[in-house]
């Protein structure tokens, strides 16, 4: 099997000229092993007729081979392996004259055949060695040979620094609310983009065609060329015609139409040749934010899933160290969605196409390609793939266009008020016409239950009634977890399969009696975790003793200032080295979250005005800030970060909770939109799966490996799917949009979850997944992070919910569903739907005075138990209904 990046690949290498070079053999260990040793967790290594073969018996297996002597060297290299392996995964090729993270991921099929694997190296030093990481997990390896090709670039590309483009009286211009474009009338590239009154960008008037004629590389200049421009309503078209030193007659065209959406100018590009050539270089639309007006200067700017900027320079190291830094030209599969804005003066600048059409997007803030003195905004041809490896600039082979057959891409050029990125994205997601359809799982429900249940049941999870966090080798070892008993009791009560209910309840039971042998409540092995526990089978007031306890250890955390400062663990990495902060809004509100959640459900009124106080210094420090720094414990604190907005979020949902406070409301709504541009929302394969997938950071783990921009990690999202999940209950307004946002997360979650027929790993969610070959990867994860809001995707009774009382101030807990309450003088009104069939606590906080009776229409009461020292009611019902609690 030859994979779909090498046939690009050595197609870049098949010049005009010739047919691809002969690959170079480095080792062929069908003659003996080569130099190469067992390194680490690896056992029979031996060299055999078929190559070089070993067992992988440990974590982090690994063979390293001697100095490669026939390396090239100047330029990159295109590395093949041929191996086979009996188990999957991501395996990892190291390289360098010392193995200091230098890496690049290959992803490894497990059906035991020959495959050939390809890796793209960088330019390689002097005594440059190999060494190769089988997946974890792999059991058999053979290798047979590892071959490499010099990749030669076909040319060094010239990029021409635009000028400033004037503006005369009489220039056409083309209006949309807030968006003008005006052309200068004169030239090809020759207009600039006003919004709001004001001049955001301006195109290239200087662009280049990139032609090869007779095999040679030339560039065809359009400034020059006849121009001409005529208005048609309240539209502009433009066109150009040129011909290059072959002879052939070119004719470039756009049309600016004013979109339907206001504040939108569609531009479309149409270039026509009357010969066959062969092209380098196509620019469709090349802009510069900035450039002659506000400069280099930006309030944020956004690639979505790539670059979340505040005023600092896009392709940093701050979050990724060495050429993968370099996100300039990126595969589009790695963005979220197809768009890119510029924010500056209280205004975005922004701009958007059709995935299907394939472009390179060219994104670089500051600009350092042009040096035009602004942020550079294009859509080239060749895409990354074609011609064109990603990052960069030089092109290894032209791409053919025939004669008289037009290539056009329309540009939807956009903008308005605005400080951060967030009313850019809101923009672009209103110009797709809303967030994309919730993609479908098969066989629903039912479906969904039937997988979880035996990711609970079935899978290298669970052990005799414990439960690993992950399935990952050795590396999470079983332990009483209550989570899961309650999750597998939910199963039960709603699948339509009563022997898979049967057993659901007798692993619930085990796993009982081993948090009960050991007191084990507090434990759990989900990324996401409401305090349904004690609700329904714990000891509820010594449950929230111990929140409450753990709360107040962490807010003594927190500085004066309201914030937790990074310090490095001794003998670490400093992961806050690269920021210019030492503390984040992601590392301070995860640890706050835990204390607003405690303050919520135990009515503690000291613990809450803690924490409030605590949350409006965060809320005013970070205010229009980029969420980052929420996983220290292995990226950078700089790093942009899903789960700091998932976090924050949270901390303003509770808080509205606890006060009613309109103010977090509108908090909640800035965090919950940071998290936007980390949410696939545009479909970035062909694949079935995609589509709501999340990108949970937008770096690399210490700098270096894994590096996840392009690598949906789920976990992290449908931490924030719960968090938009609770805040859709809050914000009214925008309840049906966090809703859908929400609901597609968890569907994704299920699509990556590993199927029913990997014996180990069915049930679990992966770690992470790979768009492209839609394969499910890393660690399993417990399926109570994908379940913990499963309920709301097909409308069924939750696992919890929490409700604030109108303006009561109380707030009221349940392991089910609440429905509309009402409260006045005499009576609180509370329509619940328990899930669970015995007997349950219902935990309201803030109520004033104990109530004299209590009633349940469709169950009844067993139980009132008031607390006065926290004004907290807890009933014990069995069944459902309306739940009537008489003052």
Known sequence: MRSSLVCVLLALLATAAGAAPEPITFFDFTQGTQGWVPAHSVDNFEGTSEGLAFDCVGDDPYVTGPPVANMPLGNRVLLTVRMKSDHDG?????????????????????DGEWHDYEAL???????????????????????????????????????????????????????????????????????TVVVDGETMAASHAQSRIGVAIDGKPTYLDLQHAVFSWAMEGGSLKTAVKAKDTGGAQWTLSRTFVPALDADTVDITTNVTVDAKRDLFHLPMITLFAGMGTFGTEKMQAVLPGVEYLANEPSSSEADVRGEKANRRIVDDYRLCSTMMSVVANDRYVAMAWDRADHPAPVFDSPDRVFHSGGHLMGLWYPAVGECRIESEFDIYRTFPMAANTPISLTAQIFGGPGATINPAMQHYIKLKGGLPPIPEYKGGLQAAINLLAHGWLDSALQEDGTWRHAVWGESFKPAVAADAPGYMLWLAEFTEDAALAERLRKGAERGLERVRATNGWNGRCSHVVRPFVPLIFGDLE????????????????????????????????????????????????????????????????????QALAVLDKQLAIYRDTVPRGAQTWEMPLHTPDILASAHVLRCCDLAYMLTGDPKYIEAGRYWAETGLSMVYLDPPTEGPTGLYATTAVLGATAWAAPYWIGQPVQWCGLVYRSALQDFAKSDMERAAFWGQLARGITRSGLQQTFPLDDETRQGLLPDFFHLKPQKSDGPAISPGTVQANLAEVYGVTPIYDARRLGDSGMIVHVPGGIGRTEVDGKTITIPIAGWYPESYWVRIVGVPKAPAKATLSDGEVLALDYGNDRKALNIMVKGEGTLVITR
């Open 542 to 609: 010594s449950d929230i003793e111990g929140r409450v306890r753990g709360a107040q250890q962490s807010l003594g955390a927190f500085d004066p200032q309201g914030l937790v400062r990074y310090r490095p663990k001794p003998g670490g990495p400093d992961y806050g080295s690269t920021h210019w902060e030492n503390h984040a809004n992601g590392l301070s509100a995860n640890q706050l979250a835990p204390a607003m959640e405690a303050a919520a459900l135990s009515g503690d009124e000291s613990l809450a005005a």
């Open 90 to 110: 991501t395996a990892q090729i190291f390289y360098g004259p010392q193995f200091l993270g230098d890496h690049v991921d290959i992803n490894v099929i497990a």
């Open 121 to 191: 190296l960088p330019v390689q030093l002097p005594g440059t060695r190999l060494r190769i990481d089988p997946a974890n997990m792999a059991r058999h390896v053979v290798v047979a040979w590892i071959k490499g090709v010099e990749m030669k670039p076909l040319m060094k590309s010239q990029f021409v620094r635009p000028q400033p483009v004037e503006i005369g009286q009489d220039g056409p211009s083309v209006t949309s609310g807030k968006v003008t474009i005006t052309h200068d009338g004169k030239t090809w590239g020759g207009f």
